[in-house]
């Protein structure tokens, strides 16, 4: 019996892939990015708030290698909620240096940690703002409890709302990554109490940023020049804590969607040092994801 499947609700990526004028070091890693079907193999949530087309590991794969990315990090979306087979199968056939960021319920079991952390799993997402896995309440527990593996959380939240989970975030057992900027108001300003409060949490030496998904963050189109000043504050602050990431497949977006080599370009304007580049690029991925 055939099985009828849903139609798109949001539009896909850029399939030709411009390359990039800058040039990638080795090693360097897409730290958040996230796969989606094929559809007649891994099914989407009943509650699900969108249904995207099919972006494969065969696409993702496509695309890196026109870029110049050798390593990347696949983070469970929320159509899924807490089946991740499509990452899990990702990581398992191994044809990518890949590790994975799951979402889990709280009564996720043991053993079902240790196959994940086996795969190349190294961290589960919390998200505070839709529900598709761990809520903010279940955070304490699940950090005590992936401690021993070496995994962190990573947090999804909006800008106006980080500065109430600050301490929530700091007395966890684990490193938080924060995703996307923390995608703070720009027409606040770089002195905002949201941005103050990231500032702050970054400096503490417990807390990652991915600089990635400018587009969700920004008051324009591309190059998202009113993002520039709070991509280069934090890398100031602490570039040893960053991250890079594409955000493929793009989900979800209100402004034109962007296309990957492009965004590889903003980092020549947001980091013109290429030492600092490959700091973010290569090493801290390296030694947050194990690879």
Request: aromatic content about 8%; charged content about 20%.
């Amino acid at each position: 019996m055939a099985v009828e499947l849903a139609a798109p609700t949001i539009p896909g990526p850029i399939a030709d892939t411009k390359k990039p004028k800058l040039k990638m070091p080795a090693g360097a890693c897409d730290c958040h990015a996230h796969l989606f079907g094929p559809q007649t193999k891994y099914r989407y949530a009943a509650n699900r708030r969108y249904t995207p087309p099919d972006a494969t590991l065969d696409d993702y794969i496509g695309m890196l290698k026109t870029i110049g990315v050798e390593r990347a990090v696949l983070v469970q979306p929320s159509v899924y909620l807490t089946d991740n087979a499509v990452i899990l199968d990702a990581l398992a056939v191994k044809r990518f240096p890949l590790r994975a960021v799951a979402a889990v319920s709280n009564d996720v079991s043991d053993a079902e940690l240790a196959r994940m952390n086996a795969l190349g799993v190294r961290g589960v997402r919390i998200n505070f703002r839709n529900n598709n896995g761990a809520t903010p309440d279940m955070a304490p527990r699940l950090a005590e409890r992936i401690a021993p593996l070496g995994w962190h959380l990573q947090v999804h939240v909006n800008g106006k709302d980080f500065a109430a989970a600050v301490p929530l975030l700091e007395d966890l057992a684990v490193d938080v990554v924060l995703d996307h900027i923390v995608q703070v108001p720009v027409t606040d300003g770089l002195n905002s109490s949201a941005f103050d409060a990231i500032r702050q949490f970054v400096r503490t030496g417990r807390g990652w940023v991915k600089l990635s998904a400018p587009m969700r963050m920004s008051n324009q189109e591309y190059p998202y020049a009113d993002v520039n000043p709070f991509v280069q504050a934090l890398v100031d602050i602490a570039p040893e804590r960053m991250l890079w990431a594409t955000d493929w497949p793009h989900t979800t977006l209100t402004k034109k969607m962007p296309n990957d080599g492009d965004l590889v370009d903003l980092l020549s304007t947001w980091i013109p040092d290429a030492e600092t580049r490959r700091t973010l690029l290569v090493d801290n991925p390296a030694r947050l994801y194990g690879f």
